[in-house]
């Protein structure tokens, strides 16, 4: 895994308006005028948010490489939102890309990246709501191949719809999953705080702040959950790290961090029929 001086530059190009005025608000809030405790405290937070975000994208990345590697030749990234792998990968030049998300988001997105060139040996935006289209059928209109290996990616989408949704979203990758193909989602846990009696006084305060930004967190797992529930739509050799791990990976010091519930479920499908 390499972090070191890794950059998205791809990111600031198809960031959002609202985020890019955001992001500069910030930036002003934790300058040289601002008052010393606000800004250490800004500092660590977003430090913290970048670190994480940042290491959990080399984390996925890895693992689309060694997808790729293993021989898988088409990535499927669910509610891919400003997800750059199809510009940044070269592993992916064999491969191709589908990108399924709301219109709106990819328009958006499209506009931003105009003509950019893709590494990609092919990328396909799919408009779908993932919420209400029947995925199985959005797939297979989109040229999804269940017969060839695919690497999924799932990242922070789980969290954010209900636990039903979840299972069902899996019950449909797992079908469509030929021998070889990998998984990759992040979920959060119940202990979104930690675990004592800090965590417990905390959390409901965390869930709070989710409900603000317009994101309430619908689906918590613990570990064993999300290795059953993997298990039920015949994913198997489930490998569960958090941002303490990745960073250990990495090399690298992790800063507090403010997303420490979130984890990332790393799974194969071996056969057809048997996990």
């Not at 303490?244 to 057809?272: F, N, Q």
Request: charged share 25%.
């Amino acid at each position: 895994m390499g972090f070191a001086g890794h950059r998205d530059t791809w990111a600031e190009q198809v960031l959002p308006w609202r985020d890019a005025i955001l992001a500069r608000r910030l930036r002003m809030r934790i300058g040289v005028d601002a008052d010393p405790d606000a800004r250490r405290a800004l500092r660590g937070l977003l430090g913290g948010m970048a670190a994480h975000m940042t290491l959990r994208m080399v984390a996925i990345d890895d693992c689309v490489r060694a997808g790729v590697a293993a021989g898988a030749r088409q990535v499927v990234i669910l509610g891919a939102g400003l997800d750059t792998r199809a510009w940044r990968l070269h592993e992916l030049a064999d491969a191709s890309v589908l990108e399924l998300d709301l219109p709106e988001t990819q328009r958006v997105k499209r506009l931003r990246l105009g003509g950019a060139p893709v590494r990609a040996a092919q990328l396909r935006f799919v408009p779908a709501d993932l919420h209400r289209a029947d995925l199985g059928w959005v797939l297979g209109d989109a040229g999804h191949d269940p017969d060839v290996p695919t690497v999924w990616l799932w990242e922070a989408v789980a969290m954010y719809v209900p636990l039903a949704s979840v299972r069902a979203t899996l019950e449909v990758l797992g079908a469509r999953s030929a021998a070889g193909s990998r998984l990759a989602m992040t979920f959060a846990v119940p202990d979104l705080l930690g675990a004592g009696t800090v965590g417990r006084t905390l959390n409901p305060g965390a869930r709070a702040v989710f409900d603000l930004l317009g994101e309430p967190m619908r689906t918590v797992l613990s570990e064993q959950e999300a290795v059953d529930l993997l298990g039920e739509a015949g994913f198997g050799d489930v490998e569960i790290t958090d941002s303490a791990t990745w960073a250990a990976s990495a090399a690298t010091r992790m800063p507090r961090d403010p997303l420490g519930a979130e984890r990332l479920a790393v799974a194969r499908r071996e056969a057809l029929g048997t996990p």
